[in-house]
């Protein structure tokens, strides 16, 4: 199965039998991207990966 890099919009080969969650990297733009539908396929950043990671990375430290 394949979906749109997110990216760069090339096409991503995520295998056969593709899984929720799953990791694939863009052969194109190598950028990391997960599973997050299967029918039809779909991409997206990897939920510790989006682009307000600097708010995450704070409240992530202040819950230590
Ligand atoms: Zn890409």
């Keep these: ?6 990216s760069c919009q ?3 080969d995520a295998g056969n039998n593709p899984a ?3 990791f694939v990297i863009c ?5 990391h991207l997960e599973v997050i539908w299967l029918d ?3 991409l ?3 939920a510790d990966n989006y682009d307000y ?6 409240n992530y430290y202040d819950y230590q």
């Design 10 to 12: 090339e096409m991503v």
């Design 20 to 22: 929720l969650g799953e």
């Design 53 to 58: 990671e600097d708010d995450y990375e704070r």
């Design 40 to 42: 039809p396929l779909e």
């Design 1 to 6: 199965m394949k979906a749109n890099c997110i």
């Design 27 to 31: 052969p194109k733009c190598t950028a």
């Design 44 to 46: 997206d950043w990897p």
